[in-house]
DNA sequence: TCGATAAACATTGTATACAATAATACAACC
DNA sequence: GGTTGTATTATTGTATACAATGTTTATCGA
């Protein structure tokens, strides 16, 4: 999830948030990078006043440190803080089918269906970025329904974390058929109100991300 | 922990962000009081600036939101919220302690025993303010072992989270005796390498804190 | 040539000034 | 009286200026 709790993607700040955040996820820069509040301010555009906003915000994400007046550099995210990432987010998935499963509305049982009716279609047809939208669809409606302002929170970090990895990932081998198949079970579990198999299963299909993943090659994305 | 990454307490920033920080966990503002930058700015006598960029770290740790081109607004945290993070915590205090068993040094575990005795000694004592820290320390110190910088981080700001309850809870009742002779029993476990006994004592220990601040009254504190 | 020192430079930290936006008060109108 | 539009005020958003700090470089002496 992109839209943050408020990060005002209109502002200069947000942009220059937005951007930055964007060029380390998506490895533009390397570890360690300098980022220098002028030279950024400058290619964006402007004063150096939003782009410090923006690098005290990425330092409390952890995505750079910041040295007192020395600078701010680049973490990059190893290979080993997104497995770590992954198997929290078992845990943590498998909580929110918990939770979701107590309580979700009729509602937002229906919306859930409506985006893994698309999935399968679109899985189907192949198109796996469409499929990448309705992945990220299915977990975020996941964490609403579970109703945990604070699980929310983490989880959608932890999702937005990894969202390069899960754009490379998505549509290898078999993954996708399985991934919505997965999706369905869950969603299943949670309609019948079946809160243990909820858990357990949403747990599985992240573990199973995980395997795609290292199958895949993780140092071919980092 | 309170170091953060990087937080830089020496900084007007650093300061006005503790400062902020410290008075909406500590209960002092009501939900949605409004932050103004500029008599903030007066009652520590320093300019915007600092309380600008304080107010947006705020925001993303979730505990003000800012409306764009209106302000920034107080989010308490909810008993609710207390809740779900101990739940939270339960579970990646039982991984962390699992990875703990599996990384730790001998030098960490010396440290860790050493955290223990002193609590030991100050539980009989009855010394509650130092218990508090060394309570923390142990935690933080298990933190470290598990060589997890994505975990560290996620249970640090939980553990930051619920400062002020555990420090109203801590010494309720039995818990003290109790609380330490759960840590002594996940060292052991530790030390033991049964990785699997850590976490589920871990778990426990995580949950029996929840139950004493059930006991105690969530309300009395919020 | 090497090391130490200091001066020049680069960069961040903070304050202030100005612009843009939203909230408020008040008057005109129905 | 209530409503709408406008002027005023308050507050945030951004840019710039200045101060403090850290880094590099040049110079001097041995």
Redesign the pocket.
């Known amino acids: 999830m992109s839209d943050k709790q408020g990060s005002?993607r209109y502002?200069?700040?947000?942009?220059v948030y937005e951007r930055i955040r964007e060029d380390i996820l998506s490895g533009r820069y390397q570890q360690d990078t300098?980022?220098?509040?002028?030279?950024i301010?400058a290619e964006l555009?402007?004063?150096?006043?939003?782009v410090?906003?923006a690098l005290r915000q990425l330092e409390l994400e952890g995505l750079v440190h910041?040295?007192?007046?020395?600078?701010?550099y680049v973490n990059m995210i190893t290979a080993k803080d997104v497995q770590d990432i992954y198997v929290i987010r078992s845990m943590l998935e498998g909580l929110c089918a918990r939770w979701a499963t107590e309580h979700i509305t009729d509602e937002q049982l229906e919306d859930l269906e409506e985006t893994l009716c698309l999935s399968e279609y679109h899985t189907q047809k192949g198109h796996y970025e469409k499929l990448y939208e309705l992945d990220s669809l299915f977990h975020e409606q996941l964490y609403r329904a579970a109703g945990s302002r604070i699980l929310n929170h983490v989880l959608s970090d932890f999702h937005d974390y990894v969202k390069r990895v899960r754009r490379k990932t998505i549509a290898f081998q078999d993954r996708p058929v399985k991934s919505t198949r997965e999706h369905r079970a869950i969603f299943e579990a949670v309609k019948a109100k079946d809160a243990d198999r909820a858990e357990e299963l949403a747990r599985e299909h992240i573990k199973h991300t995980i395997e795609n993943i290292q199958v895949y090659g993780l140092d071919k994305i980092l």
């Open positions: 005002d502002s200069l700040r947000g942009k300098e980022l220098k509040e002028a030279a301010g555009g402007v004063s150096r006043t939003p410090r906003e910041i040295i007192p007046n020395r600078g701010a």
